[in-house]
């Protein structure tokens, strides 16, 4: 399966590619609407104050503008949303008066971002968001919910085993704050590219960002830690650290590893990862990376977290949430490329029907509305060439059986027909009771 595309960062799936996407996305949206998350759909384009209002200046967002504006014609001010996220508080915001809290939504759109292409990063790009959000509080359990869900639905696709990193940006704020680093953002984004840029660089941005060389390995050694059960708090305690803030820290990120170790029957879908901090400043406590085993190099496939100040209302009222992020396109683009995920067929069609002649046409037509009529996918041959070339025509788009009307000329006979062309048998049949076998009726999605 390839990229029939020719504008990089622009993919455009071949038709086998397509019905992929599409059951992906239908899963998706089937699995969070099974946890109670409704459909929302917003605009294409926000203010441009509003996309650079929550510390996103690091991202190329594409201007709208008239191609033929007239001299001195103002800017439009508009820019396409480059995540789900902005849009998503600008909308809570707009229609907090009209909403039910805690309000449980779900998001797919297509997002746009001017970033160099490569594997994995794309600039348009399907996204499938889920975000819980209250007013003026939100219970810490739905900081374990989220990765549970996330996990559900992405356990639901035919795609390689997925590692849920959990966190908590007020572990890693308390141990910077009682260390001394006294920019905290600045050192947030440091550790955030530990994984591409190695410990040593890490370490001189930290020593940029206030720390001391000292400081910055109680920094890195925090970073360091790694397990899939408790243990991590009392290596955050042997840092010698200790704060309110961090007590709390290491309260919420315990309670979402029992809950997923609870809920996942005995085998948590998460691991505490202390260097998973997300660079995004408005994310307050517990964060979330994910990584495809095996194609860990393209980085994390779904991420979020839990933010208090995102969506501001009217004066003091705030609406925390927490999210997630599932990068649809991310998924599908490198497992594309290597060939381990594939539709067993191009189209969704089931059965071809056949037709004799021209003037038999209406007697195909009848049969393949009957079948569709009980849920089977069928279309009529294009032609009426000989019977040799529009079964052809089925092989080479995948289409599993060809059908032979009743009383369409000599070849039909006088019994309806249906061959199985991979095999070759061909029996009586009638439209009214023959069924394919289970796994030929809907398009099957393949997964190495």
Not at 51 to 65: A, F, H, M, P, S
Not at 128 to 133: H, I, K, L, P, Y
Not at 260 to 278: H, K, S, W, Y
Request: charged content about 25%.
């Amino acid at each position: 399966m390839s990229v029939a595309s020719s504008m990089r960062g622009f993919p455009e799936w071949l038709p086998d590619g397509q019905l992929v996407e599409q059951h992906v996305l239908a899963t998706l949206r089937r699995t969070f609407e099974l946890h109670g998350f409704a459909p929302l759909d917003t605009r294409s384009v926000e203010p441009l104050e509003t996309l650079l209002e929550k510390g996103e200046t690091d991202k190329e967002i594409y201007v709208l503008r008239r191609l033929h504006a007239e001299p001195g014609e103002p800017s439009s001010g508009l820019g396409l949303h480059f995540d789900l996220t902005v849009p998503f508080a600008r909308y809570v915001r707009e229609n907090a008066g009209k909403l039910v809290f805690p309000w449980k939504r779900y998001q797919v759109q297509k997002v746009w971002r001017g970033e160099r292409p490569q594997e994995g990063r794309y600039r348009e790009f399907l996204q499938a968001d889920v975000d819980v959000v209250g007013r003026g509080e939100l219970a810490a359990h739905f900081e374990a919910e989220l990765p549970l869900v996330a996990a559900d639905a992405l356990g639901r696709l035919p795609i390689p085993a997925v590692t849920i990193q959990v966190n908590s940006r007020k572990i890693v704020d308390a141990v910077f704050g009682e260390v001394g680093v006294e920019d905290r953002t600045g050192a947030f984004r440091a550790v955030d590219k530990l994984r591409k840029i190695g410990p040593e660089a890490v370490r001189a941005l930290l020593v940029e960002a206030g720390a001391s060389r000292a400081q910055a390995e109680v920094c890195l050694r925090l970073c360091s830690i790694r397990s899939t059960d408790l243990s991590f708090v009392d290596e955050v305690l042997a840092l010698g650290v200790r704060s309110d803030l961090l007590d709390e820290g290491l309260a919420e990120l315990s309670a979402v590893l029992e809950a997923g170790r609870l809920l996942g029957e005995g085998a948590t879908p998460f691991v505490a990862d202390l260097q998973i901090t997300r660079g995004l400043d408005y994310y307050t406590g517990t964060v979330y990376e994910t990584v495809m085993e095996g194609l860990e190099s393209i980085g994390s496939v779904c991420s979020g977290g839990r933010y208090d100040n995102l969506v501001g209302g009217a004066g003091n009222e705030a609406y925390p949430g927490v999210g997630l992020s599932i990068g649809v396109t991310r998924v599908l683009g490198p497992l594309f490329s290597k060939g381990r995920l594939r539709a067993s067929r191009s189209v969704p069609t089931c059965v071809l029907v056949a037709v004799a002649d021209e003037e038999h046409r209406p007697v195909s037509d009848r049969v393949a509305s009957v079948l569709r009529s009980r849920g089977i996918p069928a279309e009529v041959s294009p032609t009426a060439a000989r019977y040799g070339r529009q079964i052809r025509h089925a092989d080479q788009r995948g289409i599993p059986f060809v059908w032979f009307p009743a009383g369409a000329g000599p070849e039909g006979g006088g019994r309806s027909e249906v061959r199985d062309i991979r095999t070759g048998d061909q029996v009586p049949a009638d439209e009214h009771e023959w069924s394919p076998p289970t796994a030929d009726l809907e398009v099957t999605i393949w997964g190495e």
